[in-house]
């Protein structure tokens, strides 16, 4: 992933779109909106959002058990800066698995795990994840919103 579809417009591309997945802020924002205009469902809005920011929190206690650091590859070193040096699971996954089962009914299917999945991917692409730290990740979210 890290070595593949490397052309410049492709990595802008795809370090914007992640930079979307920042503490789930995308996902927050999907939530915060729903529910702001579908009075309907307003609760199963408010309820995915707050699912996504306990997922957050969840992936942060395991980042501080499991204290795996990023990958570091000396002839390709990360195409975007992070937070911390932590790598397992990826928070951006997490919040991506959750988002995905939390928000599913919500927001069209053909839609929503498209833009998760790919938006989990992200993170190994750019260099600062392992592809199974983007699996756990997504799996955590996923668990999370399913309790």
Known sequence: MRTHAHQPPVEAAVKAYSKLG???ILWLAISALGAALDEDRR???KRAGFTV??????N?????LVR??????PDLPPLIETMSNR????????????AAVALDGLVPRAALWPAAGTMAA???????????????????GAAVALL
């Open 43 to 45: 609760a199963r809005w």
């Open 122 to 140: 992200t993170r190994p692409y750019l260099g600062v994840h392992y592809p199974s730290d983007s699996v756990a990740g997504f799996a955590l």
């Open 53 to 58: 920011a306990g997922s957050f929190l969840a």
């Open 68 to 73: 795996r650091p990023r990958p570091n590859l």
């Open 60 to 64: 942060q206690a395991v980042k501080l």
């Open 22 to 24: 920042e503490h789930g």
């Open 87 to 98: 790598s397992y699971p990826s928070a951006h996954a997490t919040t991506c698995g959750a």
